[in-house]
T-cell receptor, first 116, second 115 residues
Framework: AQSVAQPEDQVNVAEGNPLTVKCTYS??????LFWYVQYPNRGLQFLLK??????LVKGSYGFEAEFNKSQTSFHLKKPSALVSDSALYFC??????????????FGGGTRVLVKP | DGGITQSPKYLFRKEGQNVTLSCEQN?????MYWYRQDPGQGLRLIYY???????QKGDIAEGYSVSREKKESFPLTVTSAQKNPTAFYLC??????????????FGAGSRLTVL
């Protein structure tokens, strides 16, 4: 079975400081990995994904994520956080070796609070 | 603009009543999904459909039903059999059949409260 863990329920950071949101995953084969962001009372918005190739993936709004196969991690990063980055962030994984229609598994979410 | 429309945004229900949440997409996506979101639990898949007139149960399908009579529409019925229906419900869609690295596009959600 595939799974995703986001070990921090909340991350607090000062505006202008680097932001990191942690994600580790477990799949039997190779993963597709995703980050989504959710603003209050809204649906999720896609930030970025890892399929294959370069371990550093760049996405929307200045976010990037680094795929580390040996540590089974896919941490989300932003060099300089903005107050407007305050939101709920979800990591998700799909095992690419599974049959078509395999479900996407989401982590429990990490709330990011950026203080001015 | 293309997107997913969910309605109603807020819904209150008395115990024992069935309610239907609407989800319409104009993205021409083949696959559609219903997720339930509870605080601190992430998203859990209720049902998904890869093609018209076909759908599969997700991880928490008990107490829910769906239909997919049109490509654009994937309504979710929360039945009286659902023991704890108060939650935020999210509809999503994706190109293709749900395999691969297809990105999900989400609606704005429907918040159901059982009184």
């Amino acid at each position: 079975a595939q799974s995703v863990a986001q070990p921090e329920d909340q991350v607090n950071v000062a505006e202008g400081n680097p932001l990191t949101v942690k994600c580790t995953y477990s799949v039997s084969g190779n993963p597709y990995l995703f980050w989504y962001v959710q603003y209050p009372n809204r649906g999720l918005q896609f930030l970025l994904k890892y399929i294959t190739g370069d371990n550093l993936v760049k996405g929307s709004y200045g976010f990037e994520a680094e795929f580390n196969k040996s540590q089974t991690s896919f941490h989300l990063k932003k060099p300089s956080a903005l107050v407007s980055d305050s939101a709920l962030y979800f990591c998700a994984v799909r095992d690419i070796t599974k049959a078509a229609g395999n479900k996407l598994t989401f982590g429990g979410g990490t709330r990011v609070l950026v203080k001015p | 603009d293309g997107g997913i429309t969910q309605s109603p945004k807020y819904l209150f229900r008395k115990e024992g009543q069935n309610v239907t949440l609407s989800c319409e997409q104009n993205l021409n996506h083949d696959a559609m999904y219903w997720y339930r979101q509870d605080p601190g639990q992430g998203l859990r898949l209720i049902y998904y459909s890869q093609i018209v007139n076909d759908f599969q149960k997700g991880d928490i399908a008990e107490g829910y039903s769906v239909s997919r009579e049109k490509k654009e529409s994937f309504p979710l019925t929360v039945t009286s059999a659902q023991k704890n229906p108060t939650a935020f419900y999210l509809c999503a869609s994706s190109e293709g059949t749900g395999s691969g690295a297809n990105v999900l596009t989400f609606g704005a959600g429907s918040r159901l409260t059982v009184l």
